[in-house]
């Protein structure tokens, strides 16, 4: 189904097909991980169930947009930024949200990421900063948010920006796809602040997926949003021994959850 055939069907076709399928990525990407978790032998390491699920995802993502591009990936993002490159305002804000976001976190007390407790620094930096990052993108603005493209006239205006109707519901879904932590034993407020915040970086890796017409700033923008939240852990741990006088132990303790 090519970008041509997508410009004549009904605006809540398009939608409805473009989440579906969304969500099938999802299912497959989840259900595999779980498969590996449920059929590992007993001492299997933390990692390969993260790495099944994302690298699941990331392959089903790339088959669909192959198949829906008809072999011309570039519709879907898969091409060099055209606009000024796009990385700076994506890296910026995404790393400013990122630290906002893990010291809500810590704050809150809300406990840690169930999935990535068994996980050492390097093996976050490698499974969750890149290869997450690039699955959920690919997935997301690459396949979903280019799927929807033929609606992109409808929309508002916001702060001078032209905000499209694709741009909203791809970082709709974007947020709506972490409520699955839950079923990891999460906690409920952990999986809120996640969602929450996932909402506004899906708005901004998805308007410069639009204004770019390439998923790499998104990217960017995604692994920005990591590294942030890692900065903001770290300026929560010096804020706590400076001005509250923990001891660094005590305060590391709380990244723990």
């Not at 990331?58 to 898969?78: E, P, R, T, Y």
């Amino acid at each position: 189904m090519n970008q041509l055939n997508r410009r004549t069907d009904d605006p809540t076709s398009v939608v409805v097909t473009a989440i579906f399928l969304g969500i099938v990525v999802l299912f497959a990407a989840w259900g595999s991980s779980r498969a590996v978790r449920y059929f590992a032998l007993e001492g299997a390491p933390e990692w390969m169930s993260v790495f099944v699920n994302y690298g699941v995802m990331l392959a089903v993502s790339l088959i669909l947009v192959l198949a829906s591009s008809m072999g011309d990936a570039s519709s879907f993002g898969f091409t060099r930024p055209k606009v000024g490159g796009g990385y700076r305002a994506g890296i910026t804000w995404g790393v400013i949200l990122g630290v906002i976001a893990s010291i809500v976190s810590l704050a809150s007390h809300a406990g840690g990421m169930s999935p990535l407790k068994g996980l050492s620094f390097v093996q976050i930096i490698l499974l969750v900063w890149v290869l997450a990052s690039v699955a959920e993108e690919v997935l997301v603005r690459g396949y979903v948010q280019s799927y929807l493209e033929p609606l992109i006239d409808r929309g508002f205006t916001a702060f001078r920006m032209r905000i499209s109707l694709p741009v909203i519901l791809s970082a709709l879904f974007f947020a709506a796809m972490h409520i699955i932590l839950l079923a990891t034993g999460t906690s409920f407020l952990l999986t809120y602040i996640i969602v929450v915040f996932a909402f506004f970086l899906g708005l901004i890796a998805a308007y410069q997926r639009e204004r770019t017409g390439s998923i790499l700033p998104a990217i960017a923008a995604h692994v920005s949003f990591n590294i942030g939240g890692a900065v903001g852990g770290i300026i929560y741990i010096i804020v706590q021994i400076v001005m509250f006088g923990k001891t660094a132990a005590e305060a590391t303790g709380a990244l723990g959850g």
